[in-house]
């Protein structure tokens, strides 16, 4: 599957191994950016998609800077409709308590392409019994 991207920068996103799930994407920035402990910003990539319809982009935290550095997205994972044309900015927030500089070009994210489906939402008086039913958060034990 192919899918359209421009990128001000000219650097195409690549996958860094045969068996990766996502592509890196890259700061773009004028200057270094230093994100405070606890600060968060959204930092831009130059990046521009044309998600398949029926698909969705997924903005996710690499895993690097977050156990290294505390650096993490705001949302978990970010959503692309496949209607946006804007440019991607990723929410980083440093979860650490040690500035961290972000420099143009520095990997700060991945993507991950998904297939999506739309429901007809339907109001209903009741649901189908589960053996789980109303169970919430922990309700299995440890």
Known sequence: M???IISRSGAVPAYETTGAAGFDIRA??????TLKAGQRALVPTGLFFEVPEGYEAEVRARSGLAIKHGIGLVNGIGTIDSD?????????????DEDFIIHSGERIAQVVIQKVEQVDLV?????????????GFGHTGV
Request: glycine share 8%; net charge negative; hydrophobic share 35%.
């Open 28 to 33: 773009w920035l004028d200057a270094p950016l």
């Open 2 to 4: 192919e899918m359209k």
């Open 123 to 135: 109001l209903a008086d009741s649901l189908s019994d589960t053996e789980r039913g109303n169970g």
């Open 84 to 96: 946006y044309r804007g440019e991607v900015k990723v929410p980083l927030i440093n979860w650490s």
